[in-house]
């Protein structure tokens, strides 16, 4: 399995931006499916957005569309998420996480790999 570790979180007022970051270590991620999750206090763990082997199709939460950006370097064996126009609703842990399959999903269990996450924190 590869291992995730995100980068990036941090806390910003509302209307910043931020760029997460998740580099896979142990294997290389060009044949990953990618995703990122976030999970509020509270709240389950929810789909942010997903990003194809290739880089070519992504796909968003109808909640971030238009705000994030999910990209991949797969030369460099990292997954990016850019985050702007953040809201205080956006406050929550990221993960990122990896798709053996390549396709990417907003279905969490079709997810192998998981990061630890990184805080994200919105204020108003």
């Known amino acids: 399995q590869v291992q995730l570790v995100e980068s990036g979180g941090g806390l910003v007022q509302a209307g910043g931006s931020l760029r997460l970051s998740c580099a896979g270590t142990?294997?290389?991620?060009?044949?990953?499916?990618m995703g990122w999750f976030r999970q509020a206090p509270g709240k389950e763990r929810e789909f942010v957005a997903c990003?194809?082997?290739?880089?070519?199709?992504?796909y968003y939460a109808d909640s971030v569309k238009g705000r994030f950006t999910i990209s991949r370097d797969n030369a460099k064996n990292m997954v990016y998420l850019l985050m702007n126009s953040l809201k205080f609703e956006d406050t929550a842990v990221y993960y990122c996480?990896?798709?053996?399959?390549?396709?990417?999903?907003?279905?969490?269990?079709?997810?192998?790999?998981w990061g630890q996450g990184t805080q994200v924190t919105v204020s108003s």
């Open positions: 142990g294997r290389s991620l060009s044949t990953y499916g």
């Open positions: 990003i194809h082997w290739g880089g070519s199709l992504t």
């Open positions: 996480a990896a798709d053996e399959y390549g396709l990417g999903s907003r279905i969490r269990n079709h997810y192998d790999s």
